[in-house]
């Protein structure tokens, strides 16, 4: 599906992350693999270091940590903000809703309009979705999207396949009407057929957690698991990513008429270095034009991967508009992009949660 929306901008960018890092070096003795053969994994990947919330920190204190920061720097007036989107596969509760629950734990006005999505590497982008109609509504002035995840909580520390990669922390990105009318050019798809290529087995209403479940096993490839953790079909997602991203980019390209040389980046999910590269090979876009270091410094953190990439690499490099792509792909399995002018962004900032101080009884 293609559609469309004219003069809307983001005009600040938070990322916030947790103080632990994890070295993938350290790690490599709790693997059932060689240690040879994870180096050459280690480099193949783009495995370095990951950031790792404690056990206690709920993906909301990251949210409100960054709420908290943004308003005491008078970055952002909290009576401001007219609606919180807020995007995790972790949720404080099933009920209720996490999003009030910020918007009490920070003092977000009682006129506002709160809502959970359950999305994952396509989250960034569904986000950008619903407040670009939300602000098509002329009483919505501004709206908060709040990524965030804790799944490090859900990959079992010996699992190579996942663990090395798993990141946590968040990210909240203020949407707002923009005096310039350019048009952003949006594409979405959704293969439910593939749905549980990444998913939790146990813990829902369909197969709720037990003591059997949380028992490991090791699968056919030598990864240490239970059914209470995250697992991934890495095969499957990559062959996913390979065949239908570039049709997804080709669809906006042609749709926004914007030759493909004429992006300034393409500012895409990071599952891991290897993934991206190959991408931006099989687009032939230049790599420098693809980032791919944000797994290699944090880890993937699911839908934070996107601001996160914004904060970490675009900086010093927002003195004028940028055309960019934006694009998710990953859990659901769901497919997202944008093409739209990325208009300078006076704030974009990565800080660190102070763990000691989040409220794991909340």
Known sequence: MNFNFFGKKISSIITILPEN?????????????????SKILKE???????????????????????FQHLFSQNIVEKDTIDVLIYITQSPDYLVPQ????????????????CFDLNQGCAGFIHGLFQAFFMLE????????????DVLSHKVNPK???????VGDGGSITIVERSHIKSEIFCFNQTFGENALAIHIPAGGFKFPSTDETAKDFEDEDGNIRNLNNLVMQGASVFSFVQEY??????????????AKEAIDFFLFHQPNKFMLEKLADKLQVPREKMPNNIVQNFGNGSGITIP?????????????SLKVCFGGFGVGLTLAGIVMDLEKIPHL???????????PAR
Do not use: W
Request: glycine fraction near 2%; charge should be neutral.
């Open 98 to 113: 996490t999003s009030t629950i910020i918007q009490q734990e920070v003092g977000l006005k009682k006129d506002i309009l």
């Open 349 to 359: 900032q990565i800080i660190t949660l102070k763990e000691q101080n989040a409220s």
């Open 159 to 165: 699992d190579r396949n996942s663990y090395p990669l």
């Open 137 to 148: 509504n002329p009483r919505i002035q501004k709206v908060a999207i709040a990524n965030t």
């Open 308 to 320: 996160l990439t914004i904060c970490f690499n675009l900086a010093t490099n927002t003195e004028k």
């Open 245 to 258: 991203v570039p049709i997804m980019v080709d669809s906006l390209l042609k749709e926004s008429k914007i």
């Open 21 to 37: 890092e994890s070295f993938f070096d350290d790690e490599i003795n709790n693997y059932n693999f060689p240690p040879k053969k």
């Open 44 to 66: 193949l990947m783009g495995y370095e270091k990951h950031r790792i919330a404690s056990p206690n920190t709920l993906a909301s204190d990251f949210i409100i940590a960054g």
